[in-house]
């Protein structure tokens, strides 16, 4: 099969359990296509990090079938997380960037991590800078910067591999509502370009202003859509 006709993410039956907290995914079947954009909702608890944990395999699932770019994670060696990883970028809601780093190294620490060239890294660094209008910034240290400018660049940092699937979690939970919506746009700029974006987020007003599709989360299952209105 030609691997761009594969879903970036296909899900069957998926159930995973925390030692002691029971099920907290319970038969998810979902599929995100190559390219698309799609948000994860809803209230807190609903298992929404734990389903983006496992699509990153941070952590394994207990049952079901999980592929991500045509890997199956409920196979894959320990070995080749490590490589898997580095096909996925993703952002955090408390940004984590080095405090001691300038902005130039927070976002240059994949390509680092990879083994690129200097001269590569300075290059890729820039335009993923660039690409978050904040090229300006790249020798600030993070807590010089805002909030909004902060999660710009965990942002660059994300997709400075150009990677294949961008996931976030609850992105704009430190943010204020414009800041949020600025950094929605961005992801969007991003999924224009090709990249898969899959973003967990409980703000729904946020979401529903978004052309994407919504895939709503209740105590670990798929809610069922809202009936159409009359
Ligand atoms: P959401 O992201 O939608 O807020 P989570 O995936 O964080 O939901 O949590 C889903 C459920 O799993 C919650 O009941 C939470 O308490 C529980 N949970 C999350 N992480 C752990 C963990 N490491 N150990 C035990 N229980 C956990």
Do not use: W
Not at 84 to 103: A, N
Not at 133 to 139: C, F, P, Q, S
Not at 180 to 196: D, K, P
């Amino acid at each position: 099969m030609v691997a761009g006709a594969q879903p970036m993410i296909h899900m069957e039956q998926l159930c995973h359990s925390y030692p002691g907290s029971g099920e907290v995914l319970s038969h998810i079947d979902f599929t995100l296509q190559r390219g698309e954009m799609a948000f994860l909702t809803g209230p807190s608890g609903a298992g929404k990090s734990t389903l983006l944990k496992l699509i990153a395999c941070l952590d394994r699932a207990d049952q079901g079938q999980l592929l991500v770019g045509g890997v199956n994670l409920r196979t894959l060696p320990r070995r080749r997380v490590a490589a898997f990883r580095q096909r996925i970028g993703i952002v955090f809601q408390s940004f984590s960037l080095l405090s001691d780093r300038r902005v130039f190294d927070n976002v240059a620490m994949p390509l680092v991590i990879r083994g690129l060239y200097p001269g590569d890294i300075a290059r890729r660094v820039r335009a993923a800078l660039d690409a978050v209008d904040l090229l300006r910034a790249e020798r600030a240290f993070p807590l010089t910067l805002s909030g909004g400018e902060q999660q710009r660049v965990a942002i660059a940092r994300a997709i400075v591999a150009k990677p294949e699937l961008l996931l976030a979690d609850e992105p704009t939970g430190n943010l204020d509502p414009a800041l949020s919506a600025e950094i929605m746009h961005l992801f969007r700029r991003f999924n224009e370009v090709g990249v898969s974006v899959l973003i967990a987020s409980h703000q729904l007003d946020l979401v529903r202003r978004m052309p994407c599709r919504e895939i709503a989360l209740e105590q670990g299952r798929i809610a069922a859509p809202a009936p159409a209105s009359p």
